[in-house]
């Protein structure tokens, strides 16, 4: 068999090194400078036949709610 040199199995292993790094770093990347990602948080409570949707936004606290059924309109503040 035909083993690789040294500096093969190197070269191979750096290769390896930066492809990891650069998946590292790309991955985390924002390009925004305000990234909304995760601002909002959905809970969902069951109350009998209906079921009650809130929905947090985690940078102000304000939870709003939607109401169950066909009757349901927008968002409303919870106050």
Do not use: H
């Not at 068999?1 to 985390?28: D, E, H, I």
């Not at 809970?43 to 709610?65: H, Q």
């Amino acid at each position: 068999m035909n083993q690789p040199s040294w500096r093969a199995k190197a070269a191979y292993v750096l290769l390896g090194a930066f492809a990891a790094a650069a998946l590292m770093f790309l991955t985390g990347a924002d390009l925004t400078a305000s990234s909304q990602i995760g601002r909002y948080r959905m809970c969902c409570t069951p109350r009998g036949a209906f079921t009650d949707i809130y929905v947090i936004d985690t940078t102000s606290g304000v939870v709003k709610w939607l109401g169950s059924g066909d009757d349901a309109k927008p968002f409303t503040e919870i106050k």
